[in-house]
Nanobody, 124 residues
Framework: QVQLVESGGGLVQAGGSLRLSCAVS????????MGWYRQAPGKQRELVAT???????NYADSVKGRFTISRDNAKNTVYLQMNSLKPEDTAVYYC??????????????????WGQGTQITVSS
């Protein structure tokens, strides 16, 4: 089946940087969009950034100019470079694979998948 494995989370001081990675494994043929969402305690999950297979990107206003999303289609991996981190960036970050075309048994299927989440804590 399809699995998303995130890495790169941790604790960082305000103003610092972190880079998240998310590798998608399984019999993947293509992925329409990959992205990152986050959920802070007591808040709803929110979009951070997405990137389509062609490279077009979309960012939340709160991270524009500080975060950069990129992907390696050959490796089915998405990255999130986070600079100038703020305490309000503290959250669990989840990666997504949207519109993933994959083989299940002998049949092609399409679905959306989520990673397990990785904690980012920014101290002031």
């Amino acid at each position: 089946q399809v699995q998303l494995v995130e890495s790169g989370g941790g604790l960082v001081q305000a103003g610092g940087s972190l880079r998240l990675s998310c590798a998608v494994s399984g019999s993947i043929l293509s992925i329409n969009a990959m992205g990152w969402y986050r959920q802070a305690p007591g808040k709803q999950r929110e979009l951070v950034a997405t990137i389509r297979s062609g490279g077009s990107t979309n960012y939340a206003d709160s991270v524009k100019g500080r975060f950069t999303i990129s992907r390696d289609n050959a490796k089915n991996t998405v990255y999130l470079q986070m600079n100038s981190l703020k305490p309000e960036d503290t959250a669990v970050y989840y990666c997504t694979a949207e519109g993933a075309l994959y083989i299940s048994g002998i049949s092609p299927r399409r679905g959306d998948f989520w990673g397990q989440g990785t904690q980012i804590t920014v101290s002031s």
